[in-house]
């Protein structure tokens, strides 16, 4: 008999950077180890920031490797500005208005002589499953996040969430998830200690259960599939505290193979600027410090970073968003061993043999990509599974250190962690060897024959027949 056509993958994808990114770079990753056809869509707003050089790109367009086309959230000329519109609002209207734009895009295909075989969505857009059904076609979560952290999620739906409730102002308060090491209260995600009066936050805890309820719902019929993007080899344990109920199938990948210089980006920095300055650095000499693509830098907060950075004498690379930039404080930066920047290309600073730390918020993409560039880190968390990151950079990997951070982190907090990992000391020596190691676990896994590419080569045969 023979084989079914190549499959058709449509991923779906919520306007933010930190989704984008893990979005695009699978998508990639998906057509090109196993030459399945994959479209890629956001919303229409999000699309021209990240195509900003290709003329006409709202009509969508194929740059080779995968089909790019955008849907519309209602708010194409002014996107998601977290000045001008409550991002509560947005985020209550941004469904209404996408479900039935990403719907007629699945008929447009389809019609087109171009069907979808799976849809592949990420976190908050729950109402894509309604729609897929609607359609007949499957679908499929892309966890974004920590497979510990889709673990923790899972545990608290499932049982955990009155526990964690009555005590979730008592930060060292004990918590054990079945097959989860031993947590604390400080450890979890932020969202499960929110109030329901907590606005914003409350709605996303609000859009997470729903999402779980789905995946519960679904299991009726048979096991919920989820994509994580994670490694097998460095979270061999979360995933198997869930694989009762859950096929949790982690597909990490490595971003820098997917990753140029301008296209994916919602913010724009001259790239040339900061990777001929990095040219001019030892290697492993260099601090690199971002927070990330949404948390805002409060100025005691950038105050305490230069005193660090004054007292180490290390040179550094700084991201400062323009979003959240402090004019006066700035020129105290712009010393001759450092460089702020509005934004840069973030997997290439990491990929530089320059970089000898990193100091993060410890987003999940971040603590990735640092970790598949054997980059060590100074982990400086503040909201959502950032805690839990640090937790599984500085407990389970060893391959950094988790700061003390009470609203900011004092300078000589970081001062302490940059010695810790950038030092000479046999800890130092220990933590950039461990840092090594996870990067060699996940080129394995991405590596023919490794758990990433199996993975992905049995999603695909699924589909094939
Ligand atoms: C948010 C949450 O804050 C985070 O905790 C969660 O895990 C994902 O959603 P964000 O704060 O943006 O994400 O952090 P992160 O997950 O690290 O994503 C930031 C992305 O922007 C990364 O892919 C990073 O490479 C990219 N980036 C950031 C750049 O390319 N250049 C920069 O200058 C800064």
New binding site residues.
């Given amino acids: 008999m023979a084989n079914k056509p190549q499959p058709h993958f449509l991923f779906i994808t919520y306007p933010?950077?930190?989704h984008i990114?893990p979005a695009l770079h699978l998508a990639k990753h998906l057509a090109t180890t196993t030459g399945a056809t994959v479209t890629f869509s956001t919303t229409i707003f999000a699309h021209r920031r990240m195509f900003s050089s290709t003329p006409n790109s709202d009509k969508g367009f194929n740059d080779g490797l995968i089909t790019y086309l955008p849907f519309s959230d209602g708010y194409d000329e002014e996107g998601y500005k977290r000045a001008t519109m409550d991002p509560k609002e947005y985020f209550s209207l941004f469904g209404t208005n996408s479900k039935r734009n990403v719907s007629i895009l699945l008929n447009d295909l389809a019609t087109g002589g171009r069907p979808v075989t799976c849809v592949v969505y990420t976190i908050l857009l729950s109402w894509v499953v309604d729609i897929a059904d609607e359609q007949g076609i499957p679908s499929v979560l892309y966890w974004?996040?920590a497979a510990t952290v889709f673990a923790t999620y899972y545990h608290f739906f499932l049982g955990f969430e009155s526990l964690i409730k009555a005590h979730a102002d008592d930060p060292s308060f004990p918590v054990c998830f079945p097959g989860l090491p031993p947590l604390q209260i400080r450890d979890l995600p932020s969202f499960l200690t929110v109030r329901e009066t907590d606005g914003f936050n409350a709605d996303i805890l609000d859009s997470l259960r729903e999402l779980f309820k789905i995946l519960d719902r679904e299991q009726e019929k048979m096991k919920s599939r989820v994509l994580i993007n994670t490694f097998q080899e460095w979270e061999t344990d979360a995933l198997a505290s869930v694989c009762n109920e859950v096929e949790a199938i982690p597909v990490g990948h490595l971003p820098k193979e997917y990753t140029n210089s301008v296209a994916g980006?919602l913010f724009r920095e001259d790239e040339k600027k900061y990777m001929e300055w990095l040219d001019t650095k030892e290697e492993g000499s260099v601090v690199y410090i971002?927070f990330?693509?949404?948390?805002v830098m409060k100025k005691e907060q950038m105050e305490e970073i230069v005193k660090a950075l004054k007292e180490s004498k290390r040179p550094y690379l700084w991201?400062v968003r323009k979003d959240n930039r402090e004019e006066e404080l700035l020129e105290i930066e712009e010393g001759e061993d450092g460089m702020v920047v509005e934004?840069?290309?973030?997997?290439r600073v990491l990929a530089h043999r320059a970089v000898g730390c990193f100091v993060t918020?410890c987003?999940?993409?971040?603590t990735l990509?640092s970790l598949v560039c054997g980059v060590p880190m100074v982990g400086v968390p503040h909201w959502?599974?950032?805690a839990m990151n640090a937790k599984l950079v500085e407990s389970l990997w060893g391959c950094g250190v988790r700061s003390e951070v009470d609203g900011v982190i004092k300078g000589e907090e970081l001062v302490r962690g940059l010695e810790l990992v950038m030092g000479e000391g046999e800890k130092s020596v220990d933590i950039r060897r461990k840092a090594m190691m996870l990067q060699d676990k996940a080129m394995d896994a991405v590596g023919e024959g490794g758990s990433s590419h199996l993975n992905l080569m049995a999603l695909v045969g699924m589909f094939t027949g």
């Fill in positions: 933010m950077q930190s990114n974004i996040q980006y971002s990330g693509s949404v948390s991201v934004w840069c290309s973030q997997v918020h987003g999940w993409n971040s990509e959502t599974d950032q």
